[in-house]
């Protein structure tokens, strides 16, 4: 075999397992930083192998990648699932802050209830 068919570029397999809708979206990731393999930070070129994780920050958050198959393509999503594991735990649901619009006034009588049966007073 040879180091193409055992080996992709992190931008190119990035795209093709559908992390990033556009080639150039996986390369200007890479470029901020936002893409580590290994630990390491990680250039547009640098090649991923079987077994080696990839640390995407997305929207915030870390997305864990591990390769299982090199691809530069795009291929269906059933080829996709068997090229990468997704290790990502999952995410802690945010809290939901209800917040009054700045100079509303004090709450009527039905917006306190309201405000109390979010709060878990009833």
């Given at each position: 075999?040879?180091?193409?068919?055992?080996?992709?570029?992190?931008?190119?397999?990035?795209?093709?397992?559908?992390v990033?809708?556009?080639?150039?979206?996986?390369?200007?990731?890479?470029?901020?930083?936002?893409?580590?393999?290994?630990?390491?930070?990680?250039?547009?070129?640098?090649?991923?192998?079987?077994?080696?994780?990839?640390r995407?920050?997305?929207?915030?958050?870390?997305?864990?990648?591990?390769?299982?198959?090199?691809?530069?393509?795009?291929?269906?999503?059933?080829?996709?699932?068997a090229?990468?594991?997704?290790?990502?735990?999952p995410?802690?649901?945010?809290?939901?802050?209800?917040?009054?619009?700045?100079?509303?006034?004090?709450?009527?009588?039905?917006?306190?209830?309201?405000?109390?049966?979010?709060?878990?007073?009833?």
């Amino acid at each position: 075999m040879t180091d193409a068919a055992t080996s992709a570029r992190v931008d190119a397999w990035l795209w093709a397992i559908r992390v990033y809708k556009t080639r150039s979206a996986a390369t200007t990731a890479c470029r901020a930083g936002h893409v580590r393999v290994n630990g390491e930070k990680a250039k547009a070129a640098q090649p991923v192998r079987p077994g080696d994780e990839l640390r995407v920050r997305i929207a915030g958050f870390d997305r864990i990648l591990v390769v299982r198959q090199p691809i530069s393509k795009r291929v269906g999503a059933a080829l996709v699932a068997a090229s990468a594991e997704d290790r990502t735990p999952p995410r802690d649901p945010t809290p939901v802050v209800a917040q009054r619009d700045r100079g509303a006034g004090r709450p009527t009588k039905r917006e306190r209830r309201e405000i109390d049966r979010f709060r878990g007073r009833d």
